[in-house]
């Protein structure tokens, strides 16, 4: 079912004048105004199921050799079929072809299933930016009982 699922999803760029797939990227970020602050320099990629967006991905170019998945969302109906997985590969193979050194990935110290899918994929922490959450959003969040305080900055060379 899965893999008759996933067969049928193509990614592709989202094309100008497209709309942007605003409740799936806010699903991955709550701040509007950290969205607004990254996407003039991102390129967003949709995944689309029967005509559908069902995910996307969000790539920032931090520098010359370095990717960064800025945003990351699967629609909640399509989640935990391995649509997650397949767009971590597809944002790596991105960065390969674009010449990349490596790929980045940053989450919160609160969100467990996102540490074990990104390390699962090859990503390994390289950094923490303490009390990012803290600083960054106005309102205190939790996710799995734990308050978001921290990034945890995981990375994959790519060569
Ligand atoms: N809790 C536990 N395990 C999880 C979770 C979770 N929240 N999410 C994924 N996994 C595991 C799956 O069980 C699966 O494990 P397996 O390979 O051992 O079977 C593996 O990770 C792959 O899961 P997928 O089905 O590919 O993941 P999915 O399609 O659900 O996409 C994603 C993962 C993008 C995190 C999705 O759940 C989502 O959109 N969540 C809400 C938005 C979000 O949190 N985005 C990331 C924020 S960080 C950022 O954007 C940079």
New binding site residues.
């Given amino acids: 079912m899965n893999e008759a699922l996933l067969q049928n999803i193509s990614v592709r760029p989202l094309a100008a004048g497209e709309p942007v797939p605003y409740e799936l990227l806010l699903?991955?970020?709550p701040s509007m105004e950290a969205i607004a602050k990254y996407l003039p320099f991102s390129e967003v990629f949709i995944a689309l199921y029967a005509g559908k967006v069902v995910a996307c991905f969000v790539l920032y170019p931090v520098d010359a050799d370095t990717l960064e998945?800025?945003?990351?969302?699967?629609e909640e109906s399509?989640?935990?079929?391995?649509?997650?997985?397949?767009l971590l590969r597809e944002a790596t193979e991105i960065a390969i072809k674009k010449g990349m050194q490596n790929i980045i990935?940053?989450?919160a110290n609160s969100?467990?299933?996102?540490l074990?899918?990104y390390q699962?994929e090859g990503f390994e922490i390289s950094d923490i930016r303490y009390g990012f959450f803290l600083q960054n959003y106005p309102e205190p969040f939790f996710e799995n009982g734990i308050q978001c305080k921290h990034m945890l900055v995981l990375s994959k060379k790519l060569s």
């Fill in positions: 699903d991955a970020d998945i800025k945003n990351i969302a699967v399509c989640q935990g079929k391995g649509i997650g997985k397949l990935i940053g989450t969100s467990v299933g996102q074990y899918l699962k």
